[in-house]
């Protein structure tokens, strides 16, 4: 057994205390100002803790990952959807993917109960439950050929559980997958700068893909540089095309938007993953990692005051203008993807499976990128939590509630139990180059106006309005790399569905399938984008209130799986690694889904609303946010479909539970009655580095088959 040297103790040691330095000062602060800079230490010694060792033990001791076994990507490599990707691509590849709105925005909402409740959440759950769904869930579908969740769960738990885990995975993703393509509508819409930047990557990317595969292959460092310098300068180009007189022709109208993005879409999905996709999705890395860093840094520099309470009233209350509720459940399915998000565990059963070049980096691109995506979730939190509260609420809180001129909004936010003057709200406008902010709900513009005020304290206060509209732009980059890797994944999930019925459908490149399940995947979510942007009330956003509940109850699908695979593969007395996060997640999911089913308060309920709202129909009134009558018997409509689908969407995860508890007491009494789907063993014949960096033994490893490679190609054939 090897031990530690002296010095790795004294370093992890430290890392230690300054973690927990910054969870004692965060918990035990009371009327007092605390620095944002304890949010961050809080963060990073836990990240790092946990990675170094929860993560080393789960991988070593629990999965027991092989180096010496090929992958699929290997196995299988046909250019198209297997490729073995240089692991630090394909971190950026995976990190980019899972990377969407929700650690962007779920965070920023919940800020209305506080910002203790979601920094403990974002970490210990990442740390937890997040991070393991992703790495063990990534594994396990390494292990079966890269198969989807859906199907590993119609092969492992039976196919009544396994129906439903597919049914309900297909559908939460459409959904998903409309939502997202909707944040990106409202961020790109009449925005030529971020149009234009965006729009610049895909060439780019092409370029890299390109260069990596044909004129320098494995030259990752050199295509680094090269794209990131062309990134900076889209980047800057972006803001001089928006001043310029192209600013017109990326001047793109909503309706324009959605066929461009559903038009993207069906070709992402459909070209070889190295082409566009994974570059790509690498290239978006880099900023957003970037960008989290710089934000990172300016908080340590600027030291800026956490304004937010650390509880609010509302926490208990559960009548907050931002979001009806409690906190317990509602602040775990507000926060979402920052903590565990089911939607990263299609994407680990997706692209990255077919991808990975050796087991030994599951470690890294399924712990390490949840971890990353976590960080950006608590710098989101700082942002909401730094700006003033009065201003928050302001911009998070709908017309409705507040009014539609600052005077209004200025008494409403009053009535919170906070207070900012109708002259700060129009100089907090002024200072972005807004016409308002008020109402700006959804989450994007509260942590716009977070980032430039870390920035501009950096820069000067003239920088303030380039940092808004930069934050604003790197938000609708960092979700539609998410749009583009779910799109593909959606197609490998309707493959596999299609699969059963029609077998040429489980070939996941056979090109007749790909064309046809990607224009099914991408018109469905297209269609509900479509109708959203075009009804306010309509289309995906019928569907948008349950987007927090079925991204979790997805997560309790994979948990699920994930729990019934350890049993079934001899890991019975590690079972609760998955376990433990599964019951959380089901006990907060369901009882959220029962509330916003049953709940008698109209905010909350779905059939309570659809009950006020038909009343209001029988008595011929209007209420907000109705206009019309039309808009009144939508929003009845739009509770009855919401509500229906929550609780066929929660009996259909409750049905995928049931069963895999099931299969697991069948296992636990008779170990010979089951069978599992695991590829055969083959030898991998590729060396390649498990981590970021090459360890000493790796590139001996390295070495070594550089010369063999060398040796072979001098004997004559």
Known sequence: MRTA???TIVIWTLVALVGAAGWAVLALSRDEEVSAAWMVAAALGSYAIAYRFYSKFIVNRVLKVDKNRATPAERLDNGIDFHPTDRRVLLGHHFAAIAGAG????????????????????????????????????????????????????????????????????????????????????????????????????????????????????????????????????????????????????????????????????????LPVWMLLAPRDYLSTFMKIGTILLLAIGVVVTLPTLKMDPVTDFASRGDGPVFAGSLFPFVFITIACGALSGFHALISSGTTPKMVQKETQIRMIGYGSMLMESSVAVMALVAASIIDPGLYFAMNAPAGVIGDNVQAASQAVAGFGYSISPEDLAQAAKNVEESSLLSRTGGAPTLAVGVSEIFSKVTGDSMKAFWYHFAIMFEALFILTALDAGTRVGRFMLQDMLGNVYKPFKKV?????????????????????????????????????????????LAAVALAVCTTLLVKSGRLKWAWITGIPLAWDATVTLTASWQKVFSSDPRVGFFKQRSIYQDAIDDGKILPPAKSMDDMHTVVTNSTVDGVLSAALALLIVVVIADAARICVKHIRNPQSSKLSEAEYVESKLTAPAGLFATQEEKAELAAAEARASDDAQVPS
């Open 5 to 7: 040297n002296p010095r």
């Open 103 to 270: 650690p962007l925005v779920g965070p920023v909402l919940a800020a209305q109960m506080g910002y203790l409740p979601g920094t403990i959440w974002i970490i210990v759950g990442v740390i937890f439950a997040g991070a393991v769904q992703d790495m063990v869930v990534l594994f396990f579908s390494t292990r079966r050929d890269g198969k989807s969740l859906g199907q590993m769960a119609r092969e492992e738990i039976g196919p009544f559980g396994g129906a439903a885990a597919l049914l309900a995975a297909f559908a939460i993703m459409i959904i998903l997958l409309g939502v997202l393509a909707l944040v990106i509508v409202n961020a790109l819409a009449d925005s030529p700068w971020g149009t234009f930047s965006i729009a610049m990557t895909i060439p780019i990317a092409l370029f890299m893909g390109f260069y990596l595969r044909i004129l320098r292959p494995g030259r990752v460092s050199e295509v680094s540089l090269i794209g990131i310098t062309l990134l900076l300068i889209a980047l800057v180009a972006g803001r001089w095309v928006a001043e310029s007189s192209l600013a017109e022709t990326f001047t793109l109208a909503p309706s324009t938007l959605v066929i461009w993005l559903v038009a993207y879409g069906f070709i992402a999905s459909i």
């Open 509 to 553: 490149s056979w090109k007749p399938g790909l064309i046809i399940t990607s224009a099914v995947v991408t018109g469905l979510w297209g269609y509900f984008l479509w109708v959203g942007v075009h009804e306010p009330l309509g289309g995906i956003n019928q569907l948008f209130p349950i987007f927090g509940i079925s991204n979790q109850l």
